[in-house]
């Protein structure tokens, strides 16, 4: 093929704008970390969590959360014997400091953890008008930074309120289940951190992870199934009145 | 700053995402489509009697299009970046098809129209001026200034042709924006196939009052007589468009309502608290019942023509306000409550910010500013052009 030296001129300039959207999308990974090995996900067991709150403290220091927006958060649930269907629910600058004592002496009360619940079929994925929000090929959502135009059709899209747009950078933000640890072979920080082992990692892929031997003996729920978004946080023990 | 919140809210839904502007938004967006579905009656559907109003709504439609994509801009985080909607849309996301639809609209559909449609004027006026204003039509002819009876004959076949193709692009551009709400499966307010058909029948009804209204002063602001005939077509029109998209409106309100399905409740007790100014009172009672109660009456009564005319100018003006308030019912309502139903919280719009108050001010006093200049240098009005063109034939 013969190029001349104006068509040379012409197509470098479009190559390296078309290599930047090649590179744009795709996760920042290790070596030797083979994203088609993994499937992420995350168990909560809604039994152990006490609502201490250190996944959220963790999380804002491990991710330089702003302060007022929540990568991962933590509600109690006040739930009335014949009130199932109206919980009281708080959380208390996302659960961070932990809760006061509940008011009520009757009813049950427990803590939900949440976060980005890592749908394979996301709604955020699906509305983002230039790609900036996409699903590794690990099964994590991520954002691309330099990318992401802060629309916000995906904070609205995002049916658990996982999303929020950064004020620093004007773009979206949502938990990254620690991308840049658990490629590296490190847990979460909220994992980490947690003092109950009310977190636990999940790599779906993976036939040695101790995630296959509870979903068999255990009966698990995901938020919102309805929606049918493939959420991948799996919640052991999910009462019926949380949302 | 802190956000009043009732009951509980997700941590980050409290601050909300989409503000005034992007209530502006379709409200512009709707009366471009609005204004040129009014313009195809005449030119596609031959109902001569709105001919008066003909290239006043081609006009209206372009100055309401041009200011269109500003409150989008000004609402992005990164206003920079939006070019990459041209270069790498996303395929599975309703929004990444704005700028095409919106490019095929302007360029294809409006401003194709307009220059067909004027392009005789242009040229009579490119020889009839002088000075800067000769140096403007001379460019706007773009080098074309075959005014032959036969090549005017094929203006008249292509723009024709446009209009045609015009309508469903109308069409798909309003319908396309309810769209982008109504396929949000997250949020119920908003989730609903009905969303795209209900924003396409208000965006006629709001363009379609706008181009009576426009015509009313502009005949008032010259001082020459309204064309009674003219604004009683419209006015039928509008009155008929109205009852649809009132019917429309109310489907969606009786199926949410018999259906009451699991944010029943929560919706319920937002329209009756914090939207019930906004929704009860200003979009269904004031905007919606009044206009529609006094354009029946002209149908029904016997009025004088005065007296018609003040009739539509205050169910012109209500139904403005009624579209404006269900813009924003949709827009800033679909972001009061939680999407776990158990909390509200309250917008707090600035008035000195960039999605502020002053903005949404002055992005709507705009494409009044841009109509002013369109009109003033491609005047709508038929006698206008007889002049121009006469005096033109005597220059030459």
């Given at each position: ?46 039994t ?11 999380c ?6 702003p ?34 004592p ?63 747009i950064?004020?620093?950078?004007e ?36 036939p040695?992870d ?15 199934p ?18 | ?21 992007i ?32 290239r ?27 070019f990459e ?9 309703a ?22 449609d004027?392009?005789r ?71 609903s ?18 181009v009576?209204?426009?015509y ?40 949410r ?8 409740r929560s ?36 009025l ?45 719009m ?26 003033k ?12 063109v006469t ?6």
């Amino acid at each position: 093929m013969n190029i001349t030296r104006r068509q040379l001129l012409i197509l470098l300039p479009a190559a390296a704008i078309a290599w930047e959207h090649v590179l744009a999308g795709t996760p920042e990974t290790s070596p030797n970390y083979n994203m088609t090995d993994h499937w992420w996900g995350m168990l909560m067991d809604i039994t152990k969590c006490i609502g201490c709150g250190s996944c959220v403290r963790g999380c804002q220091m491990e991710n330089q959360v702003p302060d007022g927006y929540f990568r991962t958060w933590v509600e109690r649930y006040h739930v009335e014997d014949w009130a199932l269907e109206y919980p009281k629910v708080d959380s208390p600058d996302g659960g961070k400091n932990g809760f006061p004592p509940p008011k009520e002496d009757s009813g049950k009360n427990f803590f939900v953890p949440k976060m980005c619940n890592q749908c394979a079929d996301s709604p955020c994925t699906q509305v983002c008008p230039v790609g900036a929000t996409f699903v590794s090929p690990d099964g994590v959502v991520l954002v691309d930074q330099k990318y992401c135009l802060g629309c916000r059709y995906c904070v609205q899209a995002c049916p658990y309120g996982c999303r929020f747009i950064n004020p620093r950078t004007e773009t979206a933000n949502k938990c990254t289940l620690c991308y840049h640890r658990i490629t590296k072979g490190l847990t979460t920080a909220c994992c980490e951190v947690c003092p109950t082992g009310a977190r636990q990692l999940a790599d779906l892929r993976n036939p040695k992870d101790p995630i296959h031997d509870f979903l068999k003996t255990h009966s698990v729920q995901v938020l919102k199934p309805h929606l049918a978004t493939r959420a991948k946080v799996f919640y052991y023990g999910l009462d019926g009145s949380v949302r | 700053m802190q956000i009043p919140v009732e009951g509980f809210m997700y941590p980050n839904e409290v601050e909300l995402q989409w503000s005034v502007l992007i209530v502006l938004y379709p409200f512009l967006t709707g009366l471009v489509a609005g204004a040129f579905i009014l313009a195809s009656l005449e030119r596609v559907f031959r109902v001569d009697a709105v001919k008066p109003t003909y290239r006043l709504a081609l006009l209206t439609a372009l100055a309401f299009l041009i200011v269109a994509p500003l409150p989008l801009q000004l609402h992005l985080g990164h206003p920079e970046r939006s070019f990459e909607m041209y270069l790498t849309p996303h395929s599975s996301s309703a929004m990444a098809m704005f700028g095409f639809v919106y490019l095929w609209y302007l360029l294809a559909v409006l401003v194709l129209e307009i220059w067909l449609d004027y392009r005789r004027d242009i040229v009579v006026m490119s020889q009839s001026t002088t000075g800067w204003r000769r140096l403007v039509y001379r460019a706007l002819t773009l080098g074309s200034s075959n005014i032959s009876e036969r090549a005017l004959q094929i203006d008249e076949r292509a723009g024709w042709l446009i209009t045609v193709i015009g309508i469903p692009s109308a069409f798909l551009l309003h319908g396309y924006v309810g769209f982008i709400f109504g396929s949000v499966k997250a949020n119920p307010w908003w989730s609903s196939p009905l969303m795209p058909v209900v924003f396409l029948f208000s965006a006629m009804v709001s363009g379609i009052a706008i181009v009576m209204l426009l015509y009313m002063l502009m005949c008032r602001v010259r001082r020459e007589p309204i064309d009674v005939r003219c604004v009683d077509t419209v006015a039928k029109y509008l009155f008929y468009t109205f009852i649809i998209d009132f019917s429309l409106e109310m489907l969606d309100l009786i199926h949410r309502i018999y259906e009451a399905d699991e944010s029943f409740r929560s919706l319920d007790f937002m329209v009756h608290t914090r939207l019930y100014l906004s929704q009860v009172v200003l979009q269904i009672l004031l905007g919606t019942v009044a206009p529609i109660g006094l354009l029946a009456l002209t149908q029904v009564i016997k009025l004088t023509d005065m007296q018609r005319q003040r009739t539509y100018v205050v169910a012109g003006c209500l139904t403005l306000i009624g579209i404006f308030a269900m813009r924003w019912n949709v827009v800033i309502g679909g972001q009061l409550f939680s999407k776990s139903f158990l909390g509200y919280t309250t917008y707090k719009m600035g008035f000195v910010a960039r999605e502020g108050l002053l903005t949404a001010i002055i992005l709507t006093i705009l494409p009044f500013v841009i109509l002013w200049v369109l009109v003033k240098l491609l005047p709508p009005w038929p006698e206008r052009q007889a002049v121009a063109v006469t005096v033109a034939a005597s220059a030459d």
